[in-house]
T-cell receptor, first 118, second 113 residues
Framework: AQKVTQAQTEISVVEKEDVTLDCVYE???????LFWYKQPPSGELVFLIR??????QNEISGRYSWNFQKSTSSFNFTITASQVVDSAVYFC???????????????FGTGTRLLVSP | NAGVTQTPKFRVLKTGQSMTLLCAQD?????MYWYRQDPGMGLRLIHY???????AKGEVPDGYNVSRLKKQNFLLGLESAAPSQTSVYFC????????????FGPGTRLTVT
C-alpha cells in the first residue's frame, strides 16, 4: 500500500529563516508521481509541484526548492528566506501512475503546519 | 473560468438527516474526486470518477454515495449523517491539457450534531 509520512507536525520560524519540510513515501510502484500542495489559512488547496519517479533532478522556483531522492524515498521541500505569507499547512502527496496521466489517485501525508513570525 | 465550485460552503446537519454536496467544474476534466479532511489526518479519498456515468470507491467510502450523471458535475450524498462525518469536504478534478495538476474546490464545512 502507498503511504506518505510527514513527521513534522508543526514548525515555527522567524521571517528570513530557511526551512525544510520533510516528506517520506512508501510505494511498490516503479512509476509514480509526487506532489506538494499548500493550504493557507483561507482553506483552499494550492498546487505547488509535481515530479515523476524518473526525474530526480532538484527543482527550484523562486524561494522554493525541492529535493527528490529515490534512494531514501524522500521528497523534501525547502523555503529560502521565509516570509509571513508562507504560513500555511503543506501537504505532500503520492499518486500511482496509471495509463492516463491525468488521473491521480492521491495519497496525502498528514501535513506540516508552518508558522512564520515577523 | 470558475474552475471547481462546491455547494454549499457550510452546512449543519442533525444525526440521521441526509444531504447532497454538489461539485461542478468548467474545465472539461475527465476525472473528479471527493476527499474529506480531518484534523491530523490529511486528505483522504472518498470516491472518484474516471468519466461520466462511472464512479469508484476510494479509501473511506462507507456512509457516502456518489453520482456523475453529467461530465461537469460530481455529487456526494450522505443518506443518514453521523457525527463521524463532521469534516471539511473537498472536490477536485483533473485531466485535459493540464494533466499534471489536480484542481481543488474551496471546500464544504459540514457539522453533524
Amino acid at each position: 500500500a502507498q503511504k506518505v509520512t510527514q513527521a513534522q507536525t508543526e514548525i515555527s520560524v522567524v521571517e528570513k529563516e530557511d526551512v525544510t519540510l520533510d516528506c517520506v513515501y512508501e510505494t511498490r510502484d516503479t512509476t509514480y508521481y509526487l506532489f506538494w500542495y499548500k493550504q493557507p489559512p483561507s482553506g483552499e488547496l494550492v498546487f505547488l509541484i509535481r515530479r515523476n519517479s524518473f526525474d530526480e533532478q532538484n527543482e527550484i522556483s523562486g524561494r522554493y526548492s525541492w529535493n527528490f531522492q529515490k534512494s531514501t524515498s524522500s521528497f523534501n521541500f525547502t523555503i529560502t528566506a521565509s516570509q509571513v505569507v508562507d504560513s500555511a499547512v503543506y501537504f505532500c502527496a503520492l499518486s500511482e501512475a496509471g495509463k492516463n496521466t491525468g488521473f491521480q489517485k492521491l495519497v496525502f501525508g498528514t501535513g506540516t503546519r508552518l508558522l512564520v513570525s515577523p | 473560468n470558475a474552475g471547481v465550485t462546491q455547494t454549499p460552503k457550510f452546512r449543519v446537519l442533525k444525526t440521521g438527516q441526509s444531504m447532497t454536496l454538489l461539485c461542478a467544474q468548467d474545465m472539461n476534466h475527465e476525472y473528479m474526486y471527493w476527499y474529506r479532511q480531518d484534523p491530523g489526518m490529511g486528505l483522504r479519498l472518498i470516491h472518484y470518477s474516471v468519466g461520466e456515468g462511472t464512479t469508484a470507491k476510494g479509501e473511506v467510502p462507507d456512509g457516502y454515495n456518489v453520482s456523475r450523471l453529467k461530465k461537469q458535475n460530481f455529487l456526494l450524498g450522505l443518506e443518514s449523517a453521523a457525527p463521524s462525518q463532521t469534516s471539511v469536504y473537498f472536490c477536485a478534478s483533473s485531466g485535459g491539457e493540464t494533466t499534471y495538476e489536480q484542481y481543488f474546490g474551496p471546500g464544504t464545512r459540514l457539522t453533524v450534531t
